[in-house]
């Protein structure tokens, strides 16, 4: 009888755990973590601002500190985190053929993604929209200017399906051409359209003079982006979703880096307490120690100092908060109940 494709994808999976010293097979991501010291996140490269390496080595970026935070929810240590370098096909890829336990990208959730790709997005970590890119000197001021105009943009995203579909009803006979930001730097296409986090780093990064550009007031899409895990490990989602929350809670209740520490045992708000390990089993409900969302915190702040650190007014991105906030500041982001 002939063997099906999954049918010898088990197969390969059962010897793998048969002959690897060490290697559990049936273990779930968060074991296999703990047993190989270290988790294994997927994020893009030389991306200044979300992810990148610096100039002494290090990475760096908004998403490179939510690995950092999870590794240290972990293990009590951001630096045992493996990096594995992920563009706008393989960040998939990596997850359905366990390269990476999760992927950190400027992925945006969509229930068709689940199902295709079989993975799942635990939390949003970050609201954007979808905009537009000139240069300051171009006569395109509003959507109606790009008639008879060249868009550059990003294949096999969510943001090229946008423009096409923006572009049918809107009724307007621009043409699309697939590729990044460097082209419209070049010159090649009259407008760039992305997520507009990422025309601001764009612009900031990539552009020989970023005073030359403008990024339009105005957005077209909802982009709620999220870290990616696969969908077939409820206890690993679980993890992830608790991390994101876990900064996103210190930030609404106000405990920074720089405050933690001294917090940690003085705090008479229960759901402070649970949260930082003094009180509570969140931490063995998870599978992680008691103190996971300190060491975390510590590691790496609350939201709002990610945020700012990457993208605030102090970076050469500058980009306003706006819903990237907790819902008490008028954003839109908010954790369950720590109880």
């Given at each position: 009888?002939?063997?099906?494709?999954?049918?010898?994808?088990?197969?390969?999976?059962?010897?793998?755990?048969?002959?690897?010293?060490?290697?559990?097979?049936?273990?779930?991501?968060?074991?296999?973590?703990?047993?190989?010291?270290?988790?294994r996140?997927?994020?893009?490269?030389?991306?200044?601002?979300?992810?990148?390496?610096?100039?002494?080595?290090?990475?760096?970026?908004?998403?490179?500190?939510?690995?950092?935070?999870?590794?240290?929810?972990?293990?009590?240590?951001?630096?045992?985190?493996?990096?594995?370098?992920?563009d706008?096909?393989?960040r998939?890829?990596s997850?359905?053929?366990?390269?990476?336990?999760?992927?950190?990208?400027?992925?945006?959730?969509?229930?068709?993604?689940?199902?295709?790709?079989?993975?799942?997005?635990?939390?949003?970590?970050?609201?954007?929209?979808?905009?537009?890119?000139?240069?300051?000197?171009?006569?395109?001021?509003?959507?109606?200017?790009?008639?008879?105009?060249?868009?550059?943009v990003?294949?096999?995203?969510?943001?090229?399906?946008?423009?096409?579909?923006?572009?049918?009803?809107?009724?307007?006979?621009?043409?699309?051409?697939?590729?990044?930001?460097?082209?419209?730097?070049?010159g090649?296409?009259?407008?760039?359209?992305?997520?507009?986090?990422?025309?601001?780093?764009?612009?900031?990064?990539?552009?020989?003079?970023?005073?030359?550009?403008?990024?339009?007031?105005?957005?077209?899409?909802?982009?709620?982006?999220?870290?990616?895990?696969?969908?077939?490990?409820?206890?690993?989602?679980?993890?992830i979703?608790?991390?994101?929350?876990?900064?996103?809670?210190?930030?609404?209740?106000?405990?920074?880096?720089?405050?933690?520490?001294?917090?940690?045992?003085?705090?008479?708000?229960?759901?402070?307490r649970?949260?930082?390990g003094?009180?509570?089993?969140?931490?063995?409900?998870?599978?992680?120690?008691a103190?996971?969302?300190?060491?975390?915190i510590?590691?790496?702040?609350?939201?709002?100092?990610?945020?700012?650190?990457?993208y605030?007014?102090?970076?050469?991105?500058?980009?306003?908060?706006?819903?990237?906030?907790p819902?008490?500041?008028?954003?839109?982001?908010?954790?369950?109940?720590?109880?």
């Open positions: 009888m002939q063997m099906s494709l999954l049918d010898k994808g088990k197969l390969l999976v059962l010897l793998l755990g048969l002959w690897l010293p060490g290697w559990d097979a049936s273990a779930g991501t968060l074991q296999q973590a703990l047993q190989h010291g270290d988790i996140c997927g994020v893009f490269p030389d991306d200044p601002g979300r992810s990148a390496i610096d100039n002494e080595g290090v990475w760096r970026g908004f998403y490179v500190d939510f690995c950092r935070a999870t590794a240290a929810a972990l293990f009590g240590d951001p630096k045992r985190v493996q990096y594995i370098e992920v706008a096909t393989t998939f890829t997850l359905q053929q366990r390269q990476a336990d999760v992927v950190m990208y400027s992925s945006t959730w969509t229930l068709g993604r689940e199902h295709r790709y079989q993975v799942a997005f635990p939390a949003i970590y970050l609201f954007d929209g979808q905009g537009l890119m000139v240069r300051e000197q171009a006569d395109i001021h509003e959507l109606a200017d790009l008639a008879g105009k060249t868009v550059c990003t294949e096999n995203t969510t943001t090229h399906r946008n423009l096409v579909n923006l572009l049918a009803r809107e009724r307007l006979d621009a043409r699309i051409l697939f590729s990044n930001g460097d082209s419209f730097f070049r090649h296409c009259d407008a760039y359209s992305a997520d507009r986090i990422n025309l601001a780093i764009n612009r900031a990064h990539r552009a020989d003079n970023p005073a030359r550009y403008r990024i339009l007031p105005l957005t077209f899409t909802r982009e709620p982006i999220g870290p990616m895990v696969r969908n077939d490990d409820a206890e690993w989602s679980r993890v979703r608790a991390v994101v929350h876990a900064l996103i809670l210190a930030d609404e209740k106000g405990i920074t880096q720089a405050e933690v520490a001294a917090l940690r045992g003085n705090s008479s708000d229960a759901e402070v649970n949260l930082l003094d009180s509570g089993n969140l931490g063995r409900q998870l599978g992680l120690p103190d996971w969302a300190y060491q975390a510590r590691s790496v702040g609350n939201y709002s100092e990610i945020y700012r650190r990457h605030g007014p102090d970076t050469a991105i500058n980009v306003e908060p706006g819903l990237n906030q819902w008490s500041r008028g954003g839109l982001l908010f954790a369950p109940l720590f109880q």
